[in-house]
């Protein structure tokens, strides 16, 4: 409130991350807190959902990409510990790298003029993530598949980012065994953020394209 010089008396947007926006106006700004007269409350309904499975990884790259899906409307962010995940320094995990991410997708939050922040989960092994992941449209990006291109998807949609470096054949597999279909965005390599960012537009633009037909 500060920091943008805000004074009592002014409209501000409203909105708690869980499908409620509305407009109140500021009462009172303290030391420590302030004081909300609300005003005009609707409801978002929650868009078709996408779970972004992200790697453990260089924390201020994954900082950048939470931000991003959350401005895109990802349903949820689960980190996925990679074998090669063991191996950056300084990666994003535990409850600190947790708050600040949080704290970066309630900003892409405000700015975007979402109504949905994501469900954060804690960092999970392969296997785990796997066993987390809601059934459905299952999809690992992998430049190895043999098509790349554009596919219909069916809600809710789950996406499989490798870490830096490469996904392990054996990990791969079993992502395969467990329904995830391999995708190809681009003939060249992408880094993790960058696909990560491609994909989920990708399927968004496939829902939207289904909702719509």
């Known amino acids: 409130m500060r ?6 008396g002014v409209t501000i947007g409203l909105r708690d991350g869980a499908g409620a926006v509305g407009t109140g106006v500021l009462s009172r700004i303290g030391k ?3 004081v909300v007269t609300v005003g005009d409350v609707a409801a978002v309904e ?8 992200a790697p453990v990884a260089d924390r201020e790259r994954m900082l950048w990409l939470g931000e991003k899906a959350t ?17 950056v320094s300084p990666r994003g995990e535990g409850p600190t790298f947790q708050a600040r991410l949080k704290a970066r997708m309630i900003s ?18 392969v296997e785990a ?3 987390a992941t809601p059934a459905g449209t299952r999809l690992i990006l992998d430049k190895s598949a043999e098509k790349q291109g554009r596919n219909a998807f069916d809600a809710p949609v789950s996406i499989a980012l490798g870490p830096e470096g490469g996904i392990e054949e054996a990990e791969r597999q079993l992502f395969v065994q467990a329904g995830f279909a391999t995708l190809r965005l681009a003939p060249t ?5 960058t696909a990560g960012v491609a994909a989920v537009a990708v399927v968004l ?6 909702t719509n037909g």
């Open 71 to 87: 401005e895109l409307g990802i349903a949820s962010w689960r980190p996925v510990l990679w074998r090669r995940s063991k191996s």
């Open 3 to 8: 920091a943008t010089r805000l004074a009592a």
């Open 46 to 53: 929650r868009p078709p959902a996408i779970h972004l499975l």
């Open 108 to 125: 892409a939050l405000i700015q975007s003029g979402g109504a949905w922040l994501p469900d954060i989960f804690p960092e999970a092994a």
């Open 205 to 210: 633009s496939s829902l939207a394209e289904t």
């Open 32 to 34: 420590s807190a302030v």
């Open 189 to 193: 390599t992408l880094r993790f953020e």
């Open 129 to 131: 993530a796997i066993a």
